[in-house]
């Protein structure tokens, strides 16, 4: 879905000092409610911040921080590394045989020594079903989930997806533990089987004795409460904290300075095409368009090196695609002379915009929610790299629900979208017309007579594709990206194909994909991180 984006990011500096983490036995409040000069740094022991009036609880907690920290609690049975391949934990294997996929378990135990069966894993997946949120999203496949046996899960699908094993992330909880509650009838942390467990005493996460893995050198974590933007920027900068994340979705930005870690986002910055225009419908103008665009120079001043250029609709970092995405991080400007070519534009007028025989150039409007910084500059970027290459861009800036609604009107030649791309690499809501996303496709075709007698037409990445691919469907009326995908869901067509076809349809212009950025005290070694967890790899810290 398009979201609101995030506000100006300035500067990123961190002042993350060494945080403070021996045995004291002090309580946990005064901890988190002092200012005093940070302790001397415990090998055995790190510091984090989180909310102390929100749950630890992952289907219940509001606060991003305290989500974060549940991922030290609790398992999943897959996880997505930092390259979006599928890692097994609890799930000793997976296993899919068209619209079904059997998980087995492997043979780990809960914090209280009670086995994790395929109960729990049903019992989870039930509140995770009824989320609401990112793991509810991530199920929208599943029609039914059956405990086999004690250590085996059988999910039963809407459609075929070789991917499926990557939406396998929902936090694994005993049953019934999110129910238990203390004397004063507040919830408890549930029951979970990660690498740490919340301690007797408060504010503290103690090793797992239990976890089914690897048993690190970290044996404890300490909380601290921080309540709001204002108190997390205080604790970072008295250097309470050894790691902080952002995501750069929220309006504060904290300056901080130490070790930083990209963790990519599969999130796609791209711009939208009306293709009911009578010229956008055309390939060869979002060729031109595309070529045009410098994306390393838009993830550098409009999103402050925390983005990627985008070389297709796949993160850079998905490797079964890579070979095959072909779109160019800076401009290349024969190409989009050669596609304007194709069009009949082929002179310039005294402004510089490429002109038909008649005089005509183009005009194109491009539609920007103006709450975004960041997409204000990347859209005042592009209409000064197209007005290089000829052509002329009229930003037009609204308000978010403004925004929303002319793109649900299709009042737009172009716009500046973003969406999360799903684990399973499902792109149809956006790419396919009639998804809840796919502002501006027309399954119209345009017209097969090519201009000046063309037979072969030149893409992005400069290579010519011969024959006429200008038509949009096929005889039955299936775009050649709805076939691709059915293809792709039956088995018989892999990602790099789907990839290859949206880079020729090229029913939007990939932009970028975002970075998210984790903050850490440079004396922590091993860390390895993931969309899916920014702490992936915390059983093997070591503080040097």
Do not use: W
């Amino acid at each position: 879905m398009i979201k609101k984006s995030i506000s100006l990011i300035l500067v990123f500096a961190v002042v993350l000092c060494i945080g403070g983490c021996g045995k004291s036995k002090k309580s946990n409040s005064n901890i988190a409610d002092s200012d005093n000069t940070v302790k001397k740094h415990s090998p055995s022991c790190i510091t984090l911040l989180f909310n102390k009036t929100d749950s630890l609880n992952p289907y219940t907690a509001k606060t991003e921080n305290n989500r974060l920290v549940a991922k030290l609690i609790f398992e999943p049975l897959v996880k997505t590394d930092n390259n979006l391949q599928p890692v097994n934990r609890l799930a000793e294997s997976v296993k899919l045989e068209g619209r079904n996929c059997t998980v087995t378990l492997k043979n780990a135990v809960f914090s209280d020594q009670s086995p994790v069966t395929a109960s729990d894993v049903v019992y989870s997946y039930n509140l995770a079903k009824g989320y609401g949120g990112l793991y509810t999203a991530h199920l929208y496949e599943v029609t039914s989930v059956s405990a086999v046996s004690d250590n085996t899960v059988s999910f039963n699908l809407s459609m075929a997806d070789p991917y499926f094993a990557n939406l396998l992330d929902f936090p694994i909880l005993k049953s019934g533990s999110d129910k238990i509650t203390d004397s004063d009838g507040t919830a408890k942390t549930p029951i979970g089987c990660g690498r740490y467990t919340p301690a007797d005493e408060p504010f503290l996460l103690k090793q797992n004795a239990s976890f089914f893995g690897t048993k690190g050198d970290i044996k404890e974590i300490k909380l601290i409460h921080a309540p709001d933007s204002d108190s997390v920027s205080h604790y970072i900068e008295i250097g309470a904290t050894d790691f902080y994340y952002s995501d750069f979705s929220g309006n504060n930005i904290v300056r901080m300075s130490g070790s930083r870690t990209d963790v990519n986002l599969n999130t796609l910055i791209y711009l939208g095409v009306n293709t009911f225009s009578p010229v956008l419908k055309e390939k060869y103008l979002r060729y031109a368009v595309s070529s045009a665009i410098d994306r390393k120079a838009l993830c550098k001043d409009a999103f402050f090196d925390s983005a990627t250029p985008a070389s297709g609709y796949f993160s850079p970092a998905l490797a079964e695609a890579r070979a095959v995405q072909s779109l160019k991080p800076t401009s290349d400007l024969q190409i989009t002379v050669d596609n304007l070519s194709k069009m009949g534009y082929n002179d310039r007028n005294q402004d510089g915009y490429f002109v038909d025989r008649n005089g005509n150039h183009i005009v194109l409007r491009l539609l920007v929610n103006k709450e975004s910084q960041s997409k204000l500059i990347a859209a005042k970027l592009i209409a000064e790299q197209l007005k290089s290459a000829g052509i002329e861009v009229k930003i037009t800036e609204c308000g978010y629900a403004e925004f929303v609604r002319l793109i649900s009107a299709n009042a737009f030649d172009l716009y500046l979208g973003e969406i999360s791309v799903l684990p399973n690499f499902d792109l149809t809501q956006l790419v396919i017309k009639g998804g809840s996303v796919a502002y501006g496709l027309n399954n119209e075709k345009p017209d097969e007579t090519k201009p000046d007698g063309e037979q072969t037409e030149k893409t992005q990445d400069g290579n010519e594709n011969n024959g006429d691919d200008t038509a949009s469907t096929d005889d039955r009326g299936d775009s050649p990206v709805k076939l691709i995908y059915d293809e792709f869901r039956s088995g018989t067509a892999s990602i790099s194909d789907v990839a290859g076809t949206l880079i020729t349809e090229m029913p939007q212009i990939p932009l970028l994909f975002k970075h998210g950025i984790l903050f850490s005290n440079e004396s922590i070694q091993n860390i390895a991180v993931s969309e899916c967890d920014i702490f992936f790899s915390a059983e093997n810290y070591k503080i040097k």
